[in-house]
């Protein structure tokens, strides 16, 4: 029988989008989900499980699963022991302490004898004991933020993304127990061909993660300003420079990070660059 890699992934949430884009953006298609279960790809050999992301972790731990994608929060907070294969940069989360606005908060020794809501009993159980402080954790499964308003808790430890949610309850953050994004765990001891599997997909996620980070560039300029330019411009190897219908110009050709992007763009038009382009690229093979 042909071997399959099974890849768990969150059945409907804040991580299912950007699991499901990236899986296609390696070219891995699959049929229509019509509420089902699984579903294997028509072109690779992978089935796709759709699970809560709670229970990801120990389906992995226990083969039910070869690999995953979840929250590394969630990982932690499972407790479980698996690989992180790969991060892969969406769903960047962090989990924090918060206190009412008006709380005279003095560092983590303010947190002794408090009671804390949270759904990361696990982790923020860790950071107390790590820091010497005695803390009452009161474990609940949603809708920490209103804890406080309603006397059950005198701070809370939770996501946060925007912040805004935070705000909207009148709570500050405090204290930053972890910073999260979405990974590829996968269980530590797949059987060879199963491990050929996850190469390949690894090396289509590494592709496509790094097309996303990067940004083709094309650009004029006059032949005494190329070296200025190449300077400027780190590419993949150095840019192609190609000789214009006008004499004396040229056109360089180059990738960019997206982190550096604009700063790139400014140094480039100050150093003489014209016509600047910049294309999205959709593959960037390593
Ligand atoms: O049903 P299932 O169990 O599968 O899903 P879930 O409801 O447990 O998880 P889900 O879909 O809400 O989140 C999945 C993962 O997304 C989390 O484990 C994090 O890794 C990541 N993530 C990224 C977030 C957020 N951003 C986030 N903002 N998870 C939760 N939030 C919540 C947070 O709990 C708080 O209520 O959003 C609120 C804060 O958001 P801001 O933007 O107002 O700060
Ligand atoms: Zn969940």
Redesign the pocket.
Known sequence: MKTILKVAV???????EASLKLISECGVSFPARIAKLKAQAFNFPVELLY????DIPGYVADRVSDVGI?????LLEKGVKLEVVQRLGF???RLCIAVPKDFNYQGNTSLQGLNIAT?YPRILGDYLEKNGVKAHIHQIS????IAPSIGLAEAVC?????????VSNGLVEVETLLK???VLVAHPHLEEEKQQILEQLLFRIRSVKAANNNKYILLNAPNEAIDKITSLLPGMRSPTVLPLAQPGWSSLHSVVNEDDFWEVIEKLRQAGAEGILVVPIEKMIL
Do not use: W
Not at 10 to 16: H, N, T
């Open positions: 969150q059945k409907s949430g804040r991580l299912s699970l809560r992301d709670d979840i929250g590394e929060n969630v769903s960047k989360c759904s949603g809708s920490v933020e939770d996501i946060v993304s925007t912040g805004s949610t935070l999260s994004e979405a």
